[in-house]
């Protein structure tokens, strides 16, 4: 996942005449300012999510992504940063089993598995990791926030200027997406990975038989990165002539 997004909606005002959004934002902006990252709060998370993950793993759709995250790279090296990476065992291991090191190929949801009884055999601390990732990419540079309510702007952004203006400004931590030197950069860790899925998984066809009674036909091909055409978005032209419903169009 290249970005974050927090979002929620809540009534203007309150019964009272409350201007409940001024609340809510007084409420939300700590998080980004002084969050607790405490224990006790991550281990409810935790908790959360494996019952998500319990609830949602026989879904189809998640199952075809998890599939997807599988075969992007079955067989052979693929190199990367300079280097050549294996998932497991050394470089001398040839029984099959070995995959092109990229982020897309790993387990893609979490769960209690992945998030604590496997850091915690392999002597990581968890919520080190989760501070660290914090300070390296929670700061104002690297984040964008909207406010929509019916007021005057004036009073919006003297509300958000109250709220948010003790957001650090650069990393906490050195980060290796971080230029200040380029506006114009996309805040991204996934560049040095190239395209995820390597060609030996490509011109390929997967048969995955459903939990439900469906049938589903999934085409996917992999298109460079489209961060630096973030203004014009090609991708969409391609996405609306391919979803578009008119006569003569591809799904008519």
Known sequence: ????????????DGSDGERTVWKALEMFSPFFVCPLLGGEQAGRELNA????FELNKSDDDNRL??????????????????KVYSDGGDSDNNNGDRR??????KFA??????????????GIDVMKELRDFYHTHYYAKNMRLVVMAGYELDEIQRRVVKYFSNVPSEPQLPSPTYDTNDER???????????????????????????????????????????P???????????????HEASGSILS
């Open 100 to 105: 092109p090191f990229h982020p897309f190929a």
């Open 109 to 122: 949801w979490g769960n209690e598995q992945s998030l604590k009884i496997e850091p915690e055999a392999k």
């Open 65 to 82: 992504g998890q599939v997807m995250c599988y075969t992007c790279g079955m067989d052979g090296d693929a190199p990367i940063m300079g």
């Open 49 to 52: 999510v494996e019952s998500e």
């Open 229 to 243: 055409h973030w203004r014009t978005k090609p991708a969409d032209y391609i996405g609306h002539l391919l979803g």
């Open 185 to 227: 950069r996309c805040v991204t860790n996934l560049d040095p990975y190239k395209l995820p899925f390597h060609p030996s998984s490509l011109g390929k066809i997967y048969r995955i038989v459903p939990v439900k009674d469906r049938h589903t036909l999934t085409l996917t091909w992999q298109i460079p990165s489209m961060c």
């Open 1 to 12: 996942m290249e970005y974050t997004c927090y979002h929620y909606c809540i009534p203007q």
